[in-house]
């Protein structure tokens, strides 16, 4: 494996009994053993304050604030809170590192990772999504660096704590975190598990998407979809009134992109491609089969449940400024065709991320990030999975591996969408791919590694605690 055995570890085993009075445990690096409570070790850490423990059955779960600099190349120069989350199982579990890339859910919450290996799970929230932005922002030291960085504090923090292995995983923008991670840092993690996670290597080219929509699904599905959304745009005038009037009703304002019109636009666009990130070709009958005849109310439900309507006005994009920042400065954003729908119908096309973030924040896009992390992946990856949804339009630029790539694995789950997991691979791919990640955490039982077929879940399904918190912004984003 990539990483050895921490010396702290062997020192708490090479250390005998001191005396007649009892047994003495080696300290940690946290100046606590491993006799201590799991909450006042973890607040033995300098910079870690708690927020608030809930509890939960056979878990400790802790949300946390730690203290980060907000420039991991100046740490003098100010520091910010950014909160994490423990779901603490046992110091002698391997431990999953999960973000989902925006906000961290204070719910408790495992992610398959975590239940494939019976672990601990560490979760970090993303930074500059609030509260763990830093005041006054710089909104220039929001990179995937930096982020990365954040992360590399607080593994090296807690893994004097949490000795075991340590598995990095992510959904969506989750997946891409966990990916970046494994670019900048290859010596923490001892595995990647990254779900439908984008790879928009060139931003300007993005014909893999105008193909995946042109044979996504059936051809019936397509065309009610399409049929929709061009209808949508031909009764612009009587559902921008309808628009106007929700707006009003809800207290929805317009400035960061500009005007009710674009964000009426924006919102319709989005409609196909919301529907097969979101939902599976069996939804499809809920889609109007004859558009042209379906009345104005018809229409607007479909586009406002499928899309949001609420999702381009100032109040659904403020949440998610640093998502929009990062896809104009190094992540790309896709912009498609739309052959189905006459020019006439179509003022403003994709907008680019730069008319969702308030224009006092400066943007430059970096062509090179993304490039730099796809060669590296291509040529560097070790013990990676990734796992895509065939239906899934984020997972028409995926990574890719070359023939630097040793023991990584690139696996499409079949009819799935965005939620795409390891449960939902073919019976071959789901059982291999489970005894790589029982094998990079190190709890493999020897039945697995005598047939990796026969690998399993270690830890039962638990309806809350495995509950999927996949994030319907209603909008375009991972």
């Not at 391997?94 to 719910?107: A, D, H, R």
């Not at 009037?245 to 919102?267: P, R, V």
């Not at 990030?369 to 070790?382: E, I, K, T």
């Not at 291999?432 to 399993?456: E, H, M, N, Y």
Request: glycine share 6%.
């Amino acid at each position: 494996m990539r990483k050895a055995l921490r010396w702290l570890l062997a020192l708490t085993v090479l250390i005998g009994t001191l005396g007649t009075a009892g047994a003495a445990t080696a300290a940690d690096a946290t100046g606590t053993d491993a006799t201590t409570d799991i909450k006042e070790r973890l607040l033995s850490i300098p910079g870690m304050s708690l927020v608030e423990e809930k509890p939960y059955t056979g878990y400790r779960f802790f949300v946390l604030n730690y203290t980060q600099p907000v420039d991991h190349r100046r740490p003098s120069k100010g520091t910010f809170q950014q909160r994490i989350t423990v779901l603490h199982k046992d110091v002698s579990r391997p431990t999953v590192f999960f973000t989902s890339g925006y906000n961290v859910s204070t719910t408790p919450r495992r992610s398959e990772p975590t239940q494939i290996v019976d672990g601990n799970q560490v979760s970090l929230e993303y930074r500059f999504f609030t509260p763990s932005r830093p005041q006054p922002a710089d909104w220039s030291k929001l990179d995937i660096w930096q982020a990365a960085s954040d992360q590399h504090r607080v593994f090296t923090a807690l893994k004097g704590i949490y000795g075991k292995k340590w598995i990095s995983t992510g959904g969506s923008k989750g997946g891409m975190t966990a990916t970046y991670y494994e670019r900048f840092y290859p010596r923490d993690m001892d595995g990647v598990v990254a779900y439908v996670a984008p790879n928009d290597v060139v931003n300007k080219e993005d014909s893999a998407y105008d193909r995946f929509f042109a044979r996504v699904g059936t051809k019936e599905c397509r065309d009610r979809l399409n049929a929709v959304q061009r209808e949508a745009l031909v009764r612009r005038e009587p559902l921008e009134r309808k628009y106007a009037a929700y707006a009003q009703d809800n207290g929805l304002t317009f400035t960061t992109i500009g005007s009710l019109d674009k964000a009426y636009e924006a919102t319709v666009l989005d409609y196909v491609w919301g529907f097969w990130q979101y939902s599976l070709l069996s939804d499809c009958d809920q889609i109007p089969a004859d558009a042209k005849n379906a009345t104005d109310d018809e229409i607007w439900d479909s586009v406002d449940t499928i899309a949001g309507f609420s999702a381009y006005a100032d109040q659904g994009l403020e949440q998610y400024t640093p998502y929009y920042y990062q896809a104009g400065t190094q992540l790309g954003a896709p912009t498609i065709g739309f052959p189905h729908i006459e020019k006439q119908y179509i003022r403003y096309g994709y907008q680019p991320p730069r008319n969702f973030v308030p224009r006092d924040i400066p943007m430059r896009f970096q062509p090179q990030a993304m490039r730099d992390v796809d060669s590296w992946v291509r040529h560097n990856a070790r013990q990676m999975l990734f796992v895509n949804g065939q239906n899934d339009p984020w997972s028409a630029e995926p990574f890719r591996l070359g023939k630097g790539a040793k023991d990584s694995y690139v696996f499409t789950a079949p009819g799935m969408n965005h939620g795409a997991n390891v449960a939902g691979l073919v019976p071959e791919q789901k059982a291999l791919a489970t005894a790589r990640i029982l094998d990079w955490a190190g709890v493999a039982p020897s039945t697995v590694q005598a047939d990796p077929q026969t690998a399993k879940p270690l830890a039962k399904f638990d309806a809350k605690l495995d509950k999927r918190d996949v994030q319907r912004e209603m909008t375009l984003r991972p």
